[in-house]
Every structure is written in structure tokens, then in C-alpha cells.
DNA sequence: TTGTAAGCGTTATCAA
DNA sequence: TTGATAACGCTTACAA
């Protein structure tokens, strides 16, 4: 059933038909209820290929999810678009990924751009030095970030955790825990939200009357076997720290891996405090105290930029921006640090 | 640039020029290699909602993904779509994903296939009284399931591990080791692959001469919390089991985590058989030795069904099937049944 | 308030 | 081997 044929029914034009299923104003309520009914009971749907070849519009959002050294796509990523994808659904968005090699990261976006494929993408994992955000604004395609970049913040929108801040909090506990040798296993540092945990941290114990030691700082993707594999060398440094910041959930928990491997308990031989992103099937911290931690979730996240990206799409809004505090949860895996 | 530019500047028709750039055989060698030249120079790429439109041929495979109960995206999902999103960019796909409530789905499907916005479509978590195969067969709508249901095999395409197989060796191997109390911490059971997982872990008992006790045998989401859930119901019956197998990398973490709560040892106290679907990023087992388990990766499974899906679609093939072996990798979480 | 007709950028049919 | 021209199914000036 389409167009040619329902207005043929109706005895209408396709145009009065089109402007009354389209909610226009020029046609008569008495008009617009009979279409309507008609096609309903004839189960009409418009085919969204003309539609979009007619409007240049797509109704689809675009992700594109560069495939990172290892193959592997975040694990973060599905609880996202699970906040995303319920908004995309509720209004009348499809959302269409990409998985690229990084290096054809930019030109997909082109492609996307030039194409109509897609009314407004999605930013993903922004580093301070990213070249998406000029790129994106000269096209003038629609985007959100979820984080920030180097770039000036009101150029353009995004969704943010307040990373900083929440490191800092997270490490000035443990400094008032009595701990002196803090460290950190953290996110690959050129993206952005990991440097500014950093930095939150480095702030944390400057503040203190600290100096950062480089030794203590891990970076690297944040995957169980590398909260392991780092948690394993700060051990095993001259100078262990007595406590530890992760910037995942998974990452911690490959930290607690190797310290039973050790024989250690958390919160008593070593202090840890996690960054939960309230992955949906984990358990979340807080509810067994098992783990002290910083927590944001990721699922939250994906439904505002979802929500922000269409507001801007429609045309409701210019640049935004919705910096969400982390909340900061104690548990049983921190304790004071041990005398001398 | 468009088509009907590029023609005029070529000094040609439209049609030669569609022609020659889609490889018709009828365009002579030197009007193809000079039409490709300019069309590269002027960096022409055809208007897919265009092509589209004109060829009802949409070149996007889509994702129906149902929120379950709980509001989450089966977290084994990140997985299967970097293995089928490679696959979908290598051979010019693009992946369409709409998340919906359970009850939308069948409804997302006809519009998909009337929309002609998707050529063909993955068919995730298949039950055995699955409505899906008879109606996506009746729409003739080109499609894989990721397992199967309890149709007739050869009714549709499917890519499946032999579940019921590798759960019968896991069992038999416990049972070899002197256990008799062997629990199941199985997925949802009206899934198929939970349901074939069962049949294989009760042929071996009975096979054994035992007889199935419904009371060992667990079944929910494959989610950690669950993990840790059953792990305590089954050992505070009043018979507890000596060992357990696991449906998922994640219900095995989370029996793993009571254990430790309750000061047992993996492999001594309780001997645990996990399913490792190879999630990027999670330690691989067999790697560190810590846990025995029937591994199969779900990311091979994502691009075998995209190959197969693309290969269907144009018209390389007809239904076919993929039954995956999966290995069986023995650690130091399984040991000797306790005496008496 | 309704209708006519052009346009969106391709592919496909038919004729030359 | 090439070209006119009609689809594909919608939206949108412009006219009535």
C-alpha cells in the first residue's frame, strides 16, 4: 500500500493526503480523520526511502565505533546504546553503527554526512586532541559528544561526568585514610576522560602538600587483565603504593584478582576504590559494600546525549551541555593505611 | 555531486554512466575506465537513499534487540556485533540496531521488511517455541539465527555451537573425577541453548546411571549477580552439589565470588566448569589456568552469521547451517570429588 | 481547503 | 555500445 494508492481510494490527491497524515494545518479535520482511518485500516506506512530521498532527512543516527588496537569493541558500548536505543525507539530514530578501522574513522563520518544517511551521529571515546570536533562543526552535520574534547566546551554539545572532581573526592579520602602511596590504574590517557581523572587525582594530592609520583600511575585499556597485569606491578615496584584508584569496573576487578592471587584483602592490606559504571550485568557497588567507589551510569549517559542529539536534530535547542556529578559510594575495600 | 552532474561533464547519458560504474557488461572498456576516472577525481558516490529507492536493495542488515525483563542488552552483544560489524564493513553493510520492547518485536520486523529498510536481519536468542522463524519465512525476509529454535533445521539458516555436546563432555569429565552431585547454573531455559545445555548435562548423568535432580539445576539470566545467587541457594540446600557447571563467563564470576565469601576454594571445596564466550574483556581461560571450561567464541559466531546472511542475501546461497565445536579447557577449578 | 506537477537521485526498460 | 524516458514513492511549490 502506498501513497498513489491509498489517495486513490480516498478519491484525494496524494498531496492532501500527505499533508493530512503529516499533521499540516491546511486540511480539514474532517478530511485529516478519514485519511487517518483509512490508513490505519489499510495499514499504510509511508516506504521512509522516498520519504528520505524526498526530504533529505534520515530519521537514523550514526555511531561509529572505531575497532581499537585489539579488536575489540568497549564493553561499556552495549550498555550505552541500551540507554540510546530506548530513546532513539520512543522517537522515531533508527540507529545505524559503523565499525571501522581507526583509521577510517573520519572518513565515515563523511560519508555518512554526504550521504543523508544519518541526521546526527554520536561522538565516542573523545581525546583532548581530536580532530572530530572541527571536522563535524564544518560539516555542519549534528553531534553530540559523550565526554569532551581539547576543544573549547561551548563549541559544541555534550555529556560529560564530572571526572575530575570525583577523582579528586575519591583521592582525598584515601589521603584522609592515612594513605601517602597512592596510585592509579587508569583509562588510556589520551582520552579525555581519563586525563582528567588524572588530573583530579594529581590535584587531590598536590592539595595535600603531595608530590605525583610517576611511578604510580598506570594507563591502558580498561579490561580485567589489565587492572591484573598493573595491579601486579605496582606490587612488585620498589615502593608498592597502599592504596589504588581504577578507572573501570573491570579494570578493579582484575586488580581484586591479583591480590587474592596474593593473598591480600582489600580494605585492610590494600586499598582499592573502583569507578562503577553500573554495567547491567555486573553487580553494583553499594549493594554487597564489597567495594568503595565512584559511580556514574553509563546507561544514563547514553539516554541524555540521545535525547540532547534529537533536541538539537529537531531544532530545540543550540549546543548543550550536562555535566553529571559522579556519586561516591563506601564500601569494605578501603581502610586506613597501615602504620609506618 | 550527482549522477546527472557527472554525466553532463562526461558529455555522456546518465544510464552509460550508472552503467559503467556498476560494472554492466554492455559499456565498452574505454567509456568504463574514463567514467571511473572522473567519478574518482570528482569524488562521486552515489545517494544511497537514491539507489535505495529506485532498487528496493536497502545494503543494511538489521538487529532486533528486545529489552529484556530487566532492562539490559545481553552483555555477550558487544561481542557478536564487533565479529558481525567487521564482516557488514568489509563487504559494504550497514548494521541497523532498534531496541524495543519485548512486545514490539515481531511488529519491528514486518516493518523492517515492508519498510524495505533492512535487506535481511540477525535473529538473536532464539527459543524453542520461537514464532520468529515462521514469520520471517512467510515474509520471506532473508535471515540467520544465532542458535536455533525447535523448527525443523533445515527451514532456515542458522549459526549454533553444539551446546548439548560440549555440556555432555563438561559433565562426563566430573563425573570421571568421582562427582555425583553435579549442579546447573543454566541460562533461561525456554532459550534454546540453556535448553540443549541441559539435555546434554542430563544425557551424561543418566548415561552415568544417575538420575537428574531437578533441585541442581538453576536457571536464570546470565548475569554475575546471578552467578552469585544460585552459587548460594544451591549450597545452602540441604544436599549440596560437589560440583557446578556454569552457562556463562558471568554466572561462573559470580559463583566464583560466594565461594571466596564462604572460604572455599575453586577445584577443592567445589570443582566449577564455566562457558567462556571469549568476551574481549574478560581473561581468556586456559590463559592463567584458573578455570576449566567449554569456550566458544561469540565473536566468530557474529561474523559467521554475517558472511552467511550477506552470502543468502546475494543469492550465493541457500539456507545453511554451522554447527560450532566448542573446546573443552581444563584449569585448576575443577579437581577430585571429595571422599564420602 | 484541495489539486497539479515538479523534484529528490538513482536504476531499468526499451529503442536506437 | 549508447541514450531517452519512465519508474521508485514520497514532499512541496505553486495554482486554483
Redesign the interface.
Known amino acids: 500500500m502506498n501513497l498513489k494508492e491509498l489517495s486513490r481510494r480516498l478519491g484525494l490527491s496524494q498531496t492532501t493526503v500527505s499533508r493530512a497524515l503529516n499533521g499540516y494545518p491546511e486540511v480539514s479535520e474532517k478530511t485529516r480523520r478519514r485519511v487517518a482511518e483509512y490508513a490505519e485500516r489499510l495499514n499504510y506506512?509511508p516506504?521512509?526511502?522516498?520519504t528520505?530521498?524526498a526530504t533529505g532527512k534520515?530519521n537514523?543516527i550514526g555511531h561509529v565505533?572505531p575497532?581499537s588496537g585489539?579488536?575489540?569493541?568497549?564493553?561499556h558500548?552495549?550498555?550505552f546504546?541500551?540507554g540510546a536505543?530506548?530513546v532513539?525507539?520512543r522517537r522515531g530514530y533508527?540507529?545505524?553503527?559503523?565499525?571501522?578501522n581507526a583509521a577510517?574513522q573520519s572518513m565515515t563520518y563523511k560519508?555518512f554526512h554526504?550521504?543523508?544517511?544519518v541526521d546526527g551521529v554520536i561522538v565516542h571515546s573523545p581525546t583532548i586532541d581530536d580532530d572530530r570536533i572541527a571536522m563535524l562543526n564544518r560539516m555542519r552535520i549534528p553531534f553530540v559528544v559523550h565526554g569532551r574534547t581539547g576543544d573549547p566546551e561551548d563549541s559544541y554539545s555534550w555529556v560529560d561526568v564530572d571526572n575530575a572532581d570525583a577523582f579528586q573526592k575519591a583521592t582525598r579520602y584515601l589521603l584522609e585514610l592515612g594513605h601517602r602511596r597512592i596510585a592509579l590504574i587508569n583509562g588510556l590517557e589520551p582520552m579525555t576522560f581519563a586525563a582528567r581523572r588524572r588530573e583530579g587525582y594529581e590535584a587531590a594530592l598536590v592539595g595535600f602538600g603531595l608530590k605525583p609520583d610517576k611511578g604510580l600511575v598506570g594507563s591502558a585499556e580498561m579490561?580485567?587483565?589489565n587492572g591484573?597485569k598493573w595491579m601486579g606491578r605496582l606490587l612488585d615496584s620498589p615502593a608498592p603504593p597502599t592504596a589504588v584508584l581504577c578507572s573501570s569496573i573491570?579494570t578493579t576487578?582484575?586488580a581484586m584478582?591479583l591480590l587474592?592471587e596474593r593473598g591480600l584483602t582489600p580494605g585492610r592490606d590494600m586499598s582499592i576504590v573502583g569507578y562503577d559504571d553500573r554495567?547491567?550485568?555486573?553487580?553494583s557497588s553499594g549493594e554487597d559494600k564489597a567495594l568503595t567507589a565512584v559511580r556514574s551510569g553509563i546507561r544514563l549517559a547514553g539516554s541524555h546525549c540521545a535525547d540532547m542529539l534529537i533536541d538539537q536534530i529537531e531544532g530545540k535547542t543550540g549546543n548543550r551541555h550536562l555535566l553529571l556529578e559522579a556519586e561516591f559510594v563506601i564500601g569494605n575495600s578501603t581502610g586506613p593505611a597501615p602504620r609506618n
Open positions: 506506512q516506504n521512509p526511502n522516498a528520505r530521498l534520515s537514523t565505533i575497532l585489539h579488536d575489540m569493541i568497549n564493553p558500548f552495549s550498555d546504546i541500551a536505543g530506548e532513539y525507539n533508527d540507529m545505524l553503527i559503523s565499525v571501522v577510517e560519508t554526504r550521504n543523508k544517511r579490561i580485567e587483565p591484573h573491570l576487578m582484575g584478582r587474592r554495567l547491567s550485568f555486573l553487580p
